[in-house]
């Protein structure tokens, strides 16, 4: 950081109002235009944050704690700064504007903070949780392109919390993954598995993120569901879950994850079912035909959508490795 | 946190469009009025933040990394998310919100992270610098009130780097304060103290936000200042520095902490001083008069620079505590 090879703009003397463009003017010379025009907006809005609600010097530092006590909460298996960005409805919001959906595609929500990279690999009908405790539930469902095909061999990684809400690695004595599979889907783009029904339950809220919702006056709990997420070349990644209907959190999901489309009623496994599966007739059973996007639609429409933005706004942009950045050429 | 106890309203189907009022919802039920707004205006700016840059997943991950390895960095010595704050230029203008000063009164600046609680409480004239290879700089300041009365008795907080540009904290081996004191103004308003002429120095840049300032081309370094925090009851809570001109540095601080006024040239010692002092003859001199507001004065201006900008927004506000929040009733 030799300061003779830096060009920095001469700053003026600093104001309430002028803050905002000198910050700009120091950051000019960054020589990545999305990284330009990404903390371009960042200090806008954080400056005109502070300015709109006159942010106090105490209340800047109890933000600034907040935001270290957040940070040092933070291990390998709980990610404190995603839960806050889930709760703020910002999760949802980005992957909307990341992974459009066509219409009669399948609609993506929140990752959530508990998917792993340890799960099994295991074959079509695996029984995913070992909980003894946990209501038997058979999952048989197909994913499709939007032409209606098949689509095989998709890697779809499922994961569920046990009958008391809590997934494997929120476990003291975490050893191996339960409650989680990655399976591939087959010829005719099917995919089956053993599970239990999904039950409402908390985030974690023993840490700052739970602090804050009480302050606002919110609860901590997510309605039933179970995770998908499905990976294949040539299709856009899909991070999806589906909630069980009448859940008791399903208007107020603590984390905005709940999307009409994506809401379904458990069915009941009848005699022929039982015996082709293996399971018992009366169990219940969920059912549900997702429809991936392909890369190609889905980047069109992602880059229509992010230019069809900036003219709202009245900013001549540029698409720069199909996001958006200022066209000053 | 048992959910028939929260009344959340009930949210809509969630779209990029309608996502920022169901957050806003579901915070509707905050008892506290200030946190309330404050939310709103966070969610709102955080959203349009990432709708108007078309925030990717992976922007959105290497932002939650980023603030991750942040607090991850942060001790009782180093405060990571302080030094973000800087050098966005968020602190300067919090503090310029906060603090407001009418005309003659001396400004504020950035606190940085480097003030520590253990520094020790000193009668004028001590030498609070034990670096042998600084150059010696005696300091003769006074503070006065608006009305150009000196005012006694005024708890100064005075920290300063060594010779090479570090902190007393900053050394691995740190056992005692050194560069720092507190002091009181005597019955004239004055207080002085023997120091080393401020140097440059680089913020701390092995951590995330060093990273940050190399990937948008600046540097990290802070032109040669002197830090003064004033505290006297009565008195609005004067946190400020004072930097040489002529300092490579001057008009591109990382941290946007230059202020006009609070530019200073160095004098030298006469025979006079040197004696009355017990310095040596052309010594390197600093002095400033610094002017106080009063508590009273600054609440005024305070309140009033928030109700005319909230009147700009076009915004129907009250004050609650000092601090603006939507006039409801």
Not at 66 to 77: E, R, S
Not at 88 to 107: A, Y
Not at 292 to 320: I, P, T
């Amino acid at each position: 950081m030799d300061p003779s090879k830096v060009k920095i703009p001469v700053l003026k003397d600093l104001t309430i109002d002028n803050i905002t463009e000198n910050v700009h003017r120091i950051n000019s010379t960054c020589a990545d235009p999305r990284l330009k025009y990404i903390l371009e907006q960042l200090v806008t809005h954080i400056h005109d944050f502070a300015r709109e609600t006159r942010l106090s010097t105490n209340e800047w530092m109890a933000g600034i704690e907040f935001l270290t006590a957040v940070g040092k909460i933070c291990t390998d298996v709980r990610q404190e700064f995603i839960l806050l960005s889930d709760i703020l409805g910002l999760s949802l919001l980005v992957d909307s504007i990341d992974h459009p959906k066509p219409p009669q595609s399948t609609e993506g929500t929140v990752l959530g903070p508990f998917h792993t990279h340890d799960a099994e690999h295991l074959a079509l009908g695996t029984n995913i949780s070992h909980d003894p405790n946990g209501t038997p539930c058979l999952v048989v469902c197909n994913v499709r392109d939007t032409d209606g095909k098949p689509v095989e061999g998709v890697k779809i990684d499922i994961w569920e919390t046990d009958s008391k809400g809590f997934y494997d690695v929120q476990y003291s004595d975490y050893g191996k993954p339960d409650g989680r599979v990655v399976m591939k889907s087959d010829a005719e783009g099917v995919f089956w598995f053993k599970a239990i029904v999904p039950v409402p339950y908390p985030i974690p809220h023993d840490g700052p993120v739970g602090k804050l919702l009480m302050q606002l006056g919110r609860h901590c709990w997510r309605p039933s569901h179970m995770h998908f997420m499905f990976e294949k070349g040539g299709y856009d990644h899909l991070i999806t879950a589906l909630y069980l209907r009448g859940d008791p959190y399903e208007t107020s999901d603590a984390v905005f994850g709940v999307k009409d489309t994506l809401v379904v009623d458990l069915g009941t496994v009848d005699a022929e079912m039982a015996k082709k599966y293996g399971v018992k007739e009366g169990d219940k059973l969920l059912s549900y035909d997702f429809v991936l996007v392909s890369d190609e639609q889905s980047r069109k429409l992602r880059e229509e959508n992010a230019m069809k933005a900036m003219e709202k706004l009245g900013r001549r942009m540029k698409l720069y490795n199909g996001l958006p950045v200022p066209d000053v050429d």
